[in-house]
Each structure stands twice: as structure tokens, then as C-alpha cells.
């Protein structure tokens, strides 16, 4: 579902260079679940974000289902990203101003959605993550962990076939951690979600099928872990 | 050298009152290392913010070195916090549009440290988080645990008495997170540096003197460690 050939990624800044990513060639198949682990600084934000359409490489290509991602236009690669990924980022990103259910509720209006449906499935999503006694509150009433369950809840919206995660768990403990590591690997398992988690934590890595070793911005390493 | 009495917050949301804290009191003694462990939600990142004179408790009361600061105005607070007390905030709040070198300098302009001295201190930090190579970068510009260091390496900048630290190796890999909890120990150790890290690692609970759990806005245990 995602084919990552030769990408590397490298950040101008003014008179420097910096090489996030170097040559790196990956393929996940449908219904896979993959962790990418790797030190602080080694590529892995950048990697996802390739993967998510949401920057493009500097060199190499990215293809989504087939499609090769570079000959797309934004308002293309918008459309991908909208129906088909859902995206979990490293600091959540939510929108101040609207409340947890709203921010779970906004990837369902850009889909179109009707109130009623978006309304219910934003409910049922904020309870997937017990966070049911906060919908109503905003980004600022709602601590670390809370947020971060909001993102989730949010990347789930549109029913995603892929999701990609970016340290979904740094902000919660191990109880609530293990939830939401549970509830991604059951849909994973039963709905046959794509599954790219980025982590730090090593419980992670060790039940994912497939975990990808990252360092100064090259693949090191695979494992495979027999089922 | 933090004395916290019945302490409790309520944050009020409209209609609702979400009690946050219930009644807590702790005392931390001057060179003590201390962490705080409890699920997401439990109200840690609120009780650091009250140590830390960065907010004010609803009933209840916090003294610093002795001193009651629910007597002082918010220019005094503000005194306290510059000299005595470095914060590492959960999400870092880092300025958006200074670098690295220029974050951890701000504190010390904020003490009327000269330009020369500011510069080699926070180079010295910087260096001491192993970011001396990305001083010049903007917290855009830099990776999730990176930013995490920077956040670090400013709460040292004006010599604390007391680190007050939140999550502070969430986006950290586990090499990363050691070295900058080793780090603290060591100015615990030699400088006598009162430290308090609120955490969900397990690993930093146990290499503390003193473990405070807190569940529900309430210290429900507590466990002292023989050194
Ligand atoms: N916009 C940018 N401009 C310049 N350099 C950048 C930018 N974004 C990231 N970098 C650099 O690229 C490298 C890789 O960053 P990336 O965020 O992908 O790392 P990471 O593996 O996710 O790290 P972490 O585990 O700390 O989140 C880092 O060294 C960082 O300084
Ligand atoms: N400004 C606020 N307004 C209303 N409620 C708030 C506010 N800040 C926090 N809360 C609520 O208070 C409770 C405690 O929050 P706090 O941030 O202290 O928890 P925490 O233990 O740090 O959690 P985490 O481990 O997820 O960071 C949470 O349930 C949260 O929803
Ligand atoms: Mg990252
Ligand atoms: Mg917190």
C-alpha cells in the first residue's frame, strides 16, 4: 500500500544542508503492522511524513496504492490523505479553538459527512479511548495524554486504510498506552488497517510484526517476528 | 524547600467544576530527588505547575524556601521562579522564532547575565544535551526529542536550586532519556540540586530516592528508596 523507492530528504537551511534521509527503500503490504524505531534525530517524523503525503522527498519516489505520489498535485495528494490515511502526529496538532469532539469531528466535514453521522462517530470514537467525560473540553483543558487521545480518536475519523503514528504513546502511561497500542492492533487484526507506528517504547516494537531499525536517516536494520 | 498544605485546584469550565487536585500535601527537602508517577489525567502536570509558582491553588497553600506564596504578587512570583526554580515544561514551549543557542539564552537576559557570558553558558549546555550541532536550528527545524533538549538545557541556564521537570524524556529514545536522567542526577548529586520529574517511565521512578503516586488528584502512596 505504501512503496517508499530511494527517498532521501534533505533540509536547506541558508548556507547548510542537512540530510534527514538517506536512501531509504521500504514496502508495506496491506493489512501489515510495522513499528520504526531509531534514536532521537535518525529520520522517523521525517520518513512518516513522506509516507503521509504531507512533504514531498528530495529525491526518489513514494507510490500510495500504485499511484506514483510526485506526478499529484496538492489538491490530489490532499484527497489521498483525507480518504485513505489517517495520521497521527508527534505533538498532536489539534485545533485550539474547537473542543475534543469538534477536532474529531473536522477530517469527517472535509469528507463531507453529515452532522448526525459525524456527530455519533466522533462520540463513539473520543469512548474508544475513554475520553467520553471530555468531549467538550478544548486542547488547553485537557492534559498530555488526554490530547494525544484526541489525536487518535481523530485519525480514525474517516475509517482510514492506512494509519501512521508518530509516538502515539509518549505522553500516556502504561495502562492507557497499552489501550491504545490494543485498540490499533485490533483494528489492524480485524478491519485489516495498515499499521506504521514510530515509537520509542520497545513493548511496542516487540508485538508489531515488522519492526524497521532507523539511524542517521538509513534503514540498519529489519526484523521480522514470527506471528 | 517546596512545602505544599491541603493543596487542591479546581479548574471551572462554565457550568462544570473539574477538581483536578483533592487535598495534597508533600514536602520536598532541599537536595531530595523525587518523581511523581500516575495514569494520564491523574493531575501531575497541574500539581508541578502549582510547585512551580507558575499557577495558584484554589484552597490550600505552597511555600518556597520557607516563604507563603499565596502572600506574593505576581512580579515576586516571577522573581522566584527566574532564580530559583527551572521548569521543563511537557510540550517545552520553546519560542517558535528564536534558535536553540537563543531559547536557552533567554532566561539568563531575563537575570541581566552579560551577552558574552549568556552565549558560553548556553553553547555550554547545549553541549552538555548533545545539540551543540543544531544550536543555530529553530525549534521547526528540529526533531521531537531534540526540541525536548533545548527545553532541557534552558531550564539549567540560570543555575536552579530546584528542576521542576515534566515528562522530560518522553520523545526521547531510551539512550537519549538516560543521558539526560543521568544528567540531572549528577547536578542532584554533586551541586545538590532539589529535582522533581513527574513521569510514566518506570526506569526514572526507580532510580529516584522517593516515589509519589498519584491517582485522581489525590497522593494515593508513597515509596522511599535506600540509596
Ligand atoms: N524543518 C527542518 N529543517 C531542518 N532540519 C530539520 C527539520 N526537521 C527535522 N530536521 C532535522 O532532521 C533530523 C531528523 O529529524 P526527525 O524529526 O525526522 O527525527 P526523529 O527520528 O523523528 O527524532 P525524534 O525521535 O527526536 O522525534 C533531525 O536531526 C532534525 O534536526
Ligand atoms: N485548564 C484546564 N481546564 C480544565 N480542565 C483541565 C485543565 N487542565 C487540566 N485539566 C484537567 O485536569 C486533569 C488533570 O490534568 P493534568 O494535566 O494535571 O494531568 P496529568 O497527570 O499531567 O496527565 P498526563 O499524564 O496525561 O499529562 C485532567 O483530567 C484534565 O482534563
Ligand atoms: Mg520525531
Ligand atoms: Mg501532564
Redesign the pocket.
Known sequence: VVNVQQVSKVYRMGEVDLQALNGVSLKILPSENVSIIGPSGSGKSTLLHLMGCLDRPTSGKIYIDGVDTSKLNSNKLAEIRRNKIGFVFQFFYLIPTLNALENVELPMMFAGVGERERRERAEELLELVNLKS?MK?RP???????RQRVAIARALANNPKIVLADEPTG???SASGKEIIDLLKRLNEEKGVTLVIVTHDPYIASIMERTIYLKDGRIVKEERREA
Open positions: 471530555r473540553h488547553a483543558e485537557l492534559s498530555g495524554g488526554e505522553n500516556l502511561d
